[in-house]
């Protein structure tokens, strides 16, 4: 029998280990016990830095061009993580569990700020096709979710509790007899790729969601593993357990400290991260911005075009939510073809707006831990710009109220109490993948972004590949994929 080991942290200081048959081939050591595991050749510091230990190395005012910091302290550590969204903060989870180094985070502001905060929490294979680029990366990184949350049960924790952790299922819901085919194709094809996949007539349908208004043209795929978790949750889950490890000397957060420049050495290699108030030396960096990592590593300096675009998100948030019931997370079907950049608008008008043209509204609703009603979702593309956009909300609204027509009977306004918008910037990549690995010529220096609309569901599969490259260590998933080159110029 081949077994697979892992480990996860839990924030009330306990390190468990688990094991699984259903892993990969792979045995996967809890720790990496010393830096020569990085595998790869880092650069040369010329001071030294003894791993699983963050030191000051001292403090005094600096000068570097085109930035004149105020005051800045050197720090030194194994890992610079720039970016404390998901996929960064889930990054330095993984070093600090995987290995004795020492990991620095450092963002611009704070973690639930960029697209992570107005996550709205499905790790879900539903609208994931087999075979895909992407496919491997999420059946691991779900896999992944699943253990992390039975490794909290096992610690006499609640997954709900910590992480918003819910095992709902998900519906992909079909209105018209070409969708319902979709439906049935896809319910075939996630069978056979292994998953527990069902198709619904209207009248199973109606039993499984009787909030949902049901006609004899409507089915959906019914992934009765499918999860959920909250964003907010999860991110203080796993913000709480690396600080954990700042009490051993191996973590330290620098947030409201955006990254300004990178400090090269003489051989050009990047050796350390310089922001306002501190310049954090790394034997690897790993950028994980989001949205803004393409701008980043052009303000950086670093030739390359990393074509990853901001597309931005409103998502309705209804608290505490008992008109409507929902037994699982719904998605449309055309929520398949709504991630990617070729779909049409799936607004009808014949007078749209440009702006009209490059937004797409895709019904998808969820009860969250808290009893809040999560609905979105819109997709556009208006630069940087996070403002909330009162029309696009109404288009989620009605959207909703087209499946749902509990909720045509109440008005919008009326619920201003309970009601909140989360707006993010999702990192758009155009062929639909992320970018996962080294930076061509800077061998130290990784990126990790791009994840669109599944930055939540892929983001310990993420972390996983990334602390694997960082360590030299063979990837439980092929990793090429997700390469730089040939995708970024
Ligand atoms: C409405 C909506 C719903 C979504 N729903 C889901 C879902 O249900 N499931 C799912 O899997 N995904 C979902 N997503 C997508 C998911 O939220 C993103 O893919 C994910 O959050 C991306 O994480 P990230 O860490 O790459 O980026 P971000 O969370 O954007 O983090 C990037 C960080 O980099 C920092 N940064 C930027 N520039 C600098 C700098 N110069 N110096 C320092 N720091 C910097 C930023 O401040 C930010 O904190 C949704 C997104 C939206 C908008």
Same mark, same amino acid.
């Given at each position: 029998?081949?077994?697979?080991?892992?480990?996860?942290?839990?924030?009330?200081?306990?390190?468990?280990?688990?094991?699984?048959?259903?892993?990969?081939?792979?045995?996967?050591?809890?720790?990496?016990?010393?830096?020569?595991?990085?595998?790869?050749?880092?650069?040369?510091?010329?001071?030294?830095?003894?791993?699983?230990?963050?030191?000051?190395?001292?403090?005094?005012?600096?000068?570097?061009?085109?930035?004149?910091?105020?005051?800045?302290?050197?720090?030194?550590?194994?890992?610079?993580?720039?970016? &404390? *969204?998901?996929?960064?903060?889930? +990054?330095?989870?993984?070093? !600090?569990? @995987?290995?004795?180094? #020492?990991?620095? $985070?450092?963002?611009?502001?704070?973690?639930?700020?960029?697209?992570?905060?107005?996550?709205?929490?499905?790790?879900?294979?539903?609208?994931?096709?087999?075979?895909?680029?992407?496919?491997?990366?999420?059946?691991?990184?779900?896999?992944?979710?699943?253990?992390?949350?039975?490794?909290?049960?096992?610690?006499?924790?609640?997954?709900?509790?910590?992480?918003?952790?819910?095992?709902?299922?998900?519906?992909?819901?079909?209105?018209?007899?070409?969708?319902?085919?979709?439906?049935?194709?896809?319910?075939?094809?996630?069978?056979? &790729? *292994?998953?527990?996949?069902?198709? +619904?007539?209207?009248?199973? !349908?109606? @039993?499984?969601?009787? #909030?949902?208004? $049901?006609?004899?043209?409507?089915?959906?795929?019914?992934?009765?593993?499918?999860?959920?978790?909250?964003?907010?949750?999860?991110?203080?889950?796993?913000?709480?357990?690396?600080?954990?490890?700042?009490?051993?000397?191996?973590?330290?957060?620098?947030?409201?400290?955006?990254?300004?420049?990178?400090?090269?050495?003489?051989?050009?290699?990047?050796?350390?991260?310089?922001?306002?108030?501190?310049?954090?030396?790394?034997?690897?960096?790993?950028?994980?911005?989001?949205?803004?990592?393409?701008?980043?590593?052009?303000?950086?300096?670093?030739?390359?075009?990393?074509?990853?675009?901001?597309?931005?998100?409103?998502?309705?948030?209804?608290?505490?939510?008992?008109?409507?019931?929902?037994?699982?997370?719904?998605?449309?079907?055309?929520?398949?073809?709504?991630?990617?950049?070729?779909?049409?608008?799936?607004?009808?008008?014949?007078?749209?707006?440009?702006?009209?043209?490059?937004?797409?509204?895709?019904?998808?609703?969820?009860?969250?831990?808290?009893?809040?009603?999560?609905?979105?979702?819109?997709?556009?593309?208006?630069?940087?710009?996070?403002?909330?956009?009162?029309?696009?909300?109404?288009?989620?609204?009605?959207?909703?109220?087209?499946?749902?027509?509990?909720?045509?009977?109440?008005?919008?306004?009326?619920?201003?109490?309970?009601?909140?918008?989360?707006?993010?910037?999702?990192?758009?990549?155009?062929?639909?993948?992320?970018?996962?690995?080294?930076?061509?010529?800077?061998?130290?220096?990784?990126?990790?972004?791009?994840?669109?609309?599944?930055?939540?569901?892929?983001?310990?599969?993420?972390?996983?590949?990334?602390?694997?490259?960082?360590?030299?260590?063979?990837?439980?998933?092929?990793?090429?994929?997700?390469?730089?080159?040939?995708?970024?110029?």
């Amino acid at each position: 029998m081949i077994m697979a080991s892992a480990s996860t942290f839990c924030p009330n200081g306990t390190l468990h280990r688990y094991t699984s048959t259903s892993l990969s081939t792979r045995g996967c050591p809890a720790f990496a016990s010393d830096s020569t595991l990085f595998g790869l050749k880092l650069p040369h510091k010329s001071f030294s830095l003894s791993v699983g230990e963050t030191r000051i190395i001292r403090t005094k005012s600096t000068r570097f061009s085109g930035f004149n910091p105020i005051s800045a302290s050197h720090q030194a550590f194994d890992v610079v993580i720039i970016g &404390a *969204g998901i996929i960064g903060l889930t +990054l330095a989870r993984q070093f !600090l569990i @995987e290995s004795h180094l #020492s990991v620095a $985070v450092v963002d611009k502001c704070v973690p639930c700020s960029g697209a992570t905060g107005a996550g709205q929490g499905y790790i879900w294979m539903a609208h994931k096709t087999p075979g895909s680029d992407i496919w491997d990366l999420a059946m691991r990184s779900r896999k992944l979710w699943e253990m992390l949350a039975e490794s909290i049960r096992e610690k006499g924790l609640d997954p709900l509790v910590e992480l918003g952790w819910k095992k709902t299922g998900s519906l992909l819901v079909g209105r018209t007899p070409a969708e319902l085919d979709v439906l049935k194709k896809r319910v075939k094809q996630l069978r056979e &790729a *292994g998953l527990k996949a069902e198709y +619904l007539c209207s009248s199973d !349908l109606v @039993e499984e969601e009787p #909030s949902l208004l $049901v006609d004899k043209e409507s089915g959906a795929a019914f992934f009765p593993d499918d999860c959920q978790l909250d964003a907010h949750h999860t991110v203080a889950f796993i913000e709480k357990a690396n600080r954990y490890f700042a009490s051993k000397g191996r973590y330290a957060e620098f947030y409201h400290e955006p990254v300004k420049c990178f400090i090269r050495g003489r051989n050009g290699e990047v050796e350390a991260v310089q922001t306002l108030k501190n310049t954090l030396y790394g034997k690897a960096i790993v950028v994980a911005a989001g949205c803004w990592t393409g701008s980043l590593i052009h303000d950086l300096g670093i030739e390359l075009h990393v074509p990853v675009r901001p597309r931005k998100g409103h998502l309705l948030v209804l608290e505490n939510f008992d008109s409507l019931q929902l037994n699982h997370g719904l998605m449309e079907a055309g929520y398949i073809n709504h991630q990617t950049i070729n779909s049409p608008p799936t607004l009808s008008s014949s007078e749209q707006s440009d702006h009209e043209r490059t937004l797409s509204v895709s019904m998808t609703a969820t009860l969250d831990a808290s009893g809040n009603l999560l609905l979105g979702s819109s997709r556009e593309f208006v630069g940087f710009n996070t403002e909330l956009d009162e029309s696009i909300v109404n288009y989620i609204w009605d959207r909703a109220g087209d499946f749902f027509p509990k909720l045509k009977r109440l008005n919008l306004s009326d619920l201003s109490g309970s009601r909140k918008v989360r707006v993010g910037l999702r990192p758009y990549m155009p062929d639909g993948k992320p970018v996962i690995g080294p930076v061509p010529g800077l061998s130290n220096v990784y990126l990790a972004a791009g994840h669109e609309g599944g930055g939540l569901s892929l983001a310990l599969g993420t972390a996983e590949m990334v602390t694997d490259m960082v360590l030299g260590r063979h990837g439980i998933i092929d990793n090429s994929p997700f390469a730089l080159q040939g995708r970024c110029s």
